[in-house]
């Protein structure tokens, strides 16, 4: 999906290693979720607001995603230190010139971060610079074939919001 920059907002993103989630783990969860959301109609009879019931939905989605994250599955070659150096060094490359990488943590099978995007930079575009670096030096590091997938395609993102 292209991420849209909303001018001045810091981001909190999520990317993770290709094989942290499989499809069929995050296929399940989707169709759980549908269903959950196909059932709304029942709750719209009783007055309730369908919007919050679809947020609570998504957010429920996201805790058994991250559920599933937190117990490791996958290589977790993220668990390396020099792979882990890898990403960290990668991340800080272009702090304070193209964003500002506010916080992070490198975890065995995902990385977390804050970034505000500076003027002329977007987020996906910093996204893909970090991605691909590290996914080429870690396929060498690693000895995987270049083909081969090193981190998942898509990244989950939302604006940090304040008061304003």
């Known amino acids: 999906m ?4 909303c001018e001045g907002a810091s981001y909190f993103i999520t990317f993770r290693l290709a094989d942290s989630l499989p499809k069929e783990v995050l296929l399940g969860f989707e169709l759980e979720r549908a269903e959950r959301l196909r059932r ?3 709750f719209l009879q009783r007055g309730e607001s369908i919007i919050d019931l679809a947020e609570e939905i998504a957010r429920d989605l996201q805790r ?10 996958g290589a977790c ?3 390396r230190p020099d792979i882990a150096v ?3 060094d990668a991340m800080r490359r272009f702090h304070e010139s193209r964003y500002l990488l506010q916080e992070w943590v490198v975890m065995p099978n995902r990385v977390r971060a804050i970034v505000w995007p ?3 930079h977007v987020l996906s575009d ?3 610079s970090w991605k691909q670096f590290t996914s080429r030096r870690a396929k060498m590091i690693l000895g995987m074939g270049l083909k081969e997938p090193f981190w998942q ?3 989950y993102d939302h604006w940090i919001q304040n008061e304003a």
């Open 2 to 5: 292209p991420h849209v920059k």
């Open 40 to 42: 709304l109609k029942d």
């Open 64 to 73: 058994k995603i991250e559920r599933h994250l937190d117990k490791g599955h």
């Open 77 to 79: 070659h993220l668990a």
């Open 86 to 88: 890898l990403v960290r």
């Open 118 to 120: 500076m003027p002329n």
């Open 126 to 128: 910093i996204l893909k």
């Open 153 to 155: 395609t898509e990244v």
